[in-house]
């Protein structure tokens, strides 16, 4: 099958999740004979809005204070950098290092449309003026990227993946999930399992049918179907989930699984941040 991940962005920050990140985004890029880019972005909104007082008359004060934290955040982009370069040196890979200078998720979404692959810590530590916790940059990225999306948990040390579950409901998103995993795929050894939810066996037959011509037409080796009847996203995820190294969604399905796989489902699998998750829309 042609390898098709020859472009891949991975967003930077200090943190673990990050590290994590730029392991699995070398590791895919190796396989995949695939170029990587890591993007730190400058928050100056951020700072702005968290340092910048309503009493104006201190203004000549919030300007040292801005001026201090910018430079702070500009020292620890610049450690980022250069780690994420020295991972890429050390496995031989092309790399590339930009900064943009804006508000992150925007930043990121801009870049990402050329880009054939996004790699992302499960939690984002994008505000490199503070070390306070994490932002909520991943969630916007999951909402709007047209790019897929890999987010890993800060547990990832980039081995081979060996087991995928696809939720697959025969939504658009849940299938251009599908088609981007099996191209992301190809240069795995991997065995695939297919899940369908709900109380219609027949309907759940009916769209394993389609998955398994889907697969057998990519000539993909090893695979098992499966339908459940479970409706609590927690057994599922216990059941299923909890036991494969990468679990592939659609961001936004809208048939029978909507109710596990369209906000709750996501969140459960980001919250307990113990597997890796491939999205698309």
């Not at 042609?2 to 590290?19: C, G, M, N, Y």
């Not at 040292?64 to 994420?84: C, N, P, V, W």
């Not at 398994?212 to 037409?217: G, R």
Request: proline residues 4%.
């Amino acid at each position: 099958m042609k390898q098709s991940i020859k472009r891949i962005l991975t967003p930077l920050d200090v943190s673990a999740f990050s590290e994590a990140a730029t392991r699995r985004a070398c590791e895919i890029a190796g396989r995949h004979g695939a170029e990587i880019t890591g993007l730190a972005v400058l928050d100056s909104p951020g700072i702005r809005s968290a340092i910048a007082p309503a009493d104006v008359s201190h203004w000549p004060l919030v300007q040292d204070t801005m001026l201090r934290a910018t430079e702070d955040a500009q020292e620890r982009i610049r450690e980022s950098r250069k780690h994420f370069a020295g991972h890429c040196e050390a496995v031989g890979l092309k790399h590339f290092e930009s900064e943009l200078e804006g508000v992150p998720a925007d930043k990121i979404l801009e870049a990402s449309v050329l880009y054939d692959l996004v790699v992302i810590g499960l939690r984002t530590f994008f505000h490199f003026e503070t070390q306070d916790g994490p932002g909520d940059s991943l969630a916007e990225v999951l909402g709007r990227t047209v790019t897929p999306v890999l987010a890993v948990p800060e547990s990832d040390k980039a081995e081979p993946f060996h087991h995928a579950v696809v939720a697959w409901d025969g939504s658009f998103s849940a299938g251009r999930a599908f088609r981007d995993f099996v191209n992301f795929a190809a240069p795995y050894d991997m065995a695939i399992t297919v899940l369908t939810a709900g109380s219609d066996a027949r309907q759940g037959d009916m769209l394993l049918a389609e998955a398994k011509a889907f697969l057998t037409a990519h000539e993909v080796p090893k695979f098992d179907l499966v339908h459940t009847e479970l409706a609590e996203v927690d057994q599922i995820h216990d059941l299923y989930f909890s036991k494969a190294d990468l679990v592939v969604a659609g961001i936004h399905a809208k048939k029978f699984f909507k109710d596990l796989f369209v906000g709750s489902f996501t969140n459960r699998l980001i919250e307990s941040g113990d597997t890796a998750l491939f999205l698309s829309h």
